[in-house]
T-cell receptor, first 116, second 117 residues
């Protein structure tokens, strides 16, 4: 499955580091998402970009900063993270319609982040 | 508030058996979609099957089928002739649309399914 790719697959960083996660979709979709998956918790939606505009920020701390330069690429910039931010970060994309249509979200393989 | 509940944290069956994973959800919406995703050890979240709430007919996809009971807000997944490759975490998810047509997926906590040889 190569429709949605994420790099890096694994990342270990200190609390004072600055790093970025990258997501790229090759499906021609126009909406992209960041999710956080922590142990024993449901997936949590973090950010939504629809037509390159951020339409949802689900009360995410400012140490997470998303960037969507075009409809194919999505970044998550990380700075001064905490150990509790260690999780699997999943990117997804979908084709949005203006009416309830046939959109489905397709996920990337995730980045396993460990904050020391 | 929209919530999704999967009451079975773990399940285990023998290869070739049939297994049913349960899911209930809560919403005041009338038009929505329901999904089952699987996440194998590779961590890739893969769509298994989807159901439109306005359709009465239950969705099927090869060995996978759902039992959608809209009034009861229940959405169970049946896997027939289970295979070793079906071993994974299975997530039930509920989707609504919000501002500017973007989607919001609400996930359950997942059921870890193990298929034994």
């Amino acid at each position: 499955e190569t429709g949605v790719t994420q790099t890096p697959r694994h990342l270990v960083m200190g609390m004072t580091n600055k790093k970025s996660l990258k997501c790229e979709q090759h499906l021609g979709h126009n909406a992209m998402y960041w999710y956080k998956q922590s142990a024993k918790k449901p997936l949590e939606l973090m950010f939504v970009y629809n037509f390159k505009e951020q339409t949802e920020n689900n009360s995410v701390p400012s140490r997470f900063s998303p960037e969507c330069p075009n409809s194919s690429h999505l970044f998550l910039h990380l700075h001064t993270l905490q150990p509790e931010d260690s999780a699997l970060y999943l990117c997804a994309s979908s084709q949005e319609e203006t009416v309830l249509g046939t959109d489905t979200q397709y996920f990337g393989p995730g980045t396993r982040l460990t904050v020391l | 508030a929209q919530t999704v509940t999967q009451s079975q944290p773990e399940m285990s069956v023998q290869e070739a058996e049939t297994v049913t994973l349960s899911c209930t959800y809560d919403t005041s919406e009338n038009n929505y979609y329901l999904f089952w995703y699987k996440q194998p050890p590779s961590r890739q979240m893969i769509l298994v099957i989807r159901q439109e709430a306005y359709k009465q007919q239950n969705a099927t996809e090869n060995r996978f089928s759902v039992n959608f009971q809209k009034a009861a807000k229940s959405f169970s997944l049946k896997i027939s002739d289970s295979q070793l490759g079906d071993t994974a975490m299975y997530f039930c998810a509920f989707m609504i649309h919000f501002f500017q047509g973007a989607q919001k997926l609400v996930f359950g906590q997942g059921t870890r399914l193990t298929i034994n040889p």
